[in-house]
């Protein structure tokens, strides 16, 4: 059996104070200048100084930001909901049926991985002005489950897969549908996976800045990261403490969700890579 001699502890210890330190230095030094008086801001002190609440106060009462992050509710929920629904549908097709082109559209869904976000804007961009979206939450949702689809169908495929075949044969002699099988046999046994899915497609689109900002220009549709840009960060002065209280606000959803979806988020990409 292996054995951890001492050299390779303090090997491991040290690395893992180093990667802890880039980790999690920024979020506490985040969390300080929130913290901090205005007048404070660029005080080098680091929670040994005056220490107020203000700032954040001043986010969670300002109407503007808390529209921001409705907006961001809205659309990184309903991109989510979306998204997962596409993904459960796509994945269990690839895994389960036999047609002309399948082979080829499964490479497709992974070579679409390949171009750069920005790229792909650009189209995205003349496509949702064509059809009549652009500015509106539509030409979020339809890009971020755009964006979700590959990875959240391959995840999902991988883990229709390790359902047995003959569970879906026993149902079809009992009479039910493709429908039924799917609605009341599959999906639910795939719920790990899919809320994987769902927590991946929501932060995905909870964190965008590039999209939001020029697929929706309206002030009053603008999500929160796009929103928090606007703004506090401005070509003669930048209000850090807001700034970074914004932040800390806006990192609450996406905590509160890990919290209490991690479980189902790690069983859920680890158990579809698992055979058998």
Not at 73 to 78: D, M, N, P, T, Y
Request: proline share 4%; net charge positive; aromatic share 18%.
């Amino acid at each position: 059996m292996f054995q951890k001699t001492k050299a390779f502890r303090t090997f491991f210890w040290i690395s893992a104070i180093i990667i802890g330190f880039f980790v999690f230095f920024p979020l506490l030094w985040l969390i300080n200048t929130a913290l901090k008086p205005s007048s404070e801001t660029f005080s080098t002190y680091f929670f040994l100084g005056p220490l107020t609440l203000d700032n954040i106060i001043h986010i969670v009462t300002d109407p503007k930001i808390m529209g921001y992050l409705r907006n961001s509710l809205i659309v990184s929920f309903g991109s989510s909901f979306m998204a997962t629904v596409v993904c459960a549908f796509a994945g269990y097709s690839f895994s389960k049926f036999r047609y002309r082109g399948r082979k080829f559209f499964m490479g497709m869904f992974m070579m679409s991985q390949a171009f750069p976000q920005a790229i792909l804007l650009l189209s995205i961009y003349n496509l949702m002005n064509r059809m009549g979206l652009l500015g509106s939450y539509w030409a979020l949702l339809i890009s971020y489950v755009v964006f979700t689809l590959p990875v959240g169908t391959w995840t999902l495929k991988s883990y229709f897969d390790n359902i047995p075949d003959s569970l879906i044969e026993s149902a079809k002699i009992d009479g039910a549908g493709h429908w039924r099988i799917m609605t009341r046999i599959v999906f639910p046994m795939a719920v790990p996976g899919m809320i994987s899915i769902a927590i991946y497609g929501f932060v995905w689109s909870w964190n965008d800045l590039l999209y939001s900002m020029t697929l929706v220009t309206d002030t009053a549709k603008r999500t929160l990261a796009s929103g928090l840009v606007m703004t506090f960060l401005g070509e003669a002065s930048t209000n850090w403490g807001y700034m970074m209280a914004a932040s800390v606000v806006s990192a609450i959803p996406v905590t509160i969700i890990f919290v209490f979806l991690q479980r189902y988020f790690i069983q859920g990409l680890t158990a579809g890579a698992v055979k058998g």
